[in-house]
């Protein structure tokens, strides 16, 4: 199984971006979807989720400026970034998690947001 993340980039702040995760060599469904952060020096982060019936959550520090999307048929997931500030500055990784059988849990490779200001 592979999650390929990209869409990552330099922007300044006020910018917006689109981050992509396309995943690949299995059958997805009944999952949670979700995008992480790691800001430099910090812990790892939930920014987004979403499940496969597209319920969407999104953290309280981007509510408001990030949306997140999925395309089943498609197996790719995105996140709408606006209104990007100096905090949202981080590698940007998606995740894939089923918790009940047949389980399982996948990583992609991350891709690094960096917002100037």
């Known amino acids: 199984v592979q999650l390929q993340a990209s869409g990552g980039g330099l922007v300044q702040v006020g910018g917006s971006l689109r981050l992509s995760c396309a995943a690949s060599?299995?059958?997805?469904?009944?999952?949670?979807w979700a995008w992480y952060r790691q800001a430099p020096g910090k812990q790892r982060e939930l920014v987004a989720s979403i499940t496969s019936g597209g319920i969407s959550d999104i953290a309280a520090s981007v509510e408001g400026r990030f949306t997140i999307s999925r395309d089943n048929a498609k197996n790719t997931m995105y996140l709408q970034m606006n209104s990007l500030e100096p905090e949202d500055t981080g590698v940007y990784s998606c995740?894939?998690?089923?918790?009940?059988?047949?389980?399982?849990?996948?990583w992609g490779q991350g891709t690094l947001v960096t917002v100037s200001s």
């Open positions: 995740n894939i998690k089923r918790h009940w059988a047949p389980r399982y849990n996948y």
């Open positions: 060599g299995r059958g997805f469904g009944g999952d949670v």
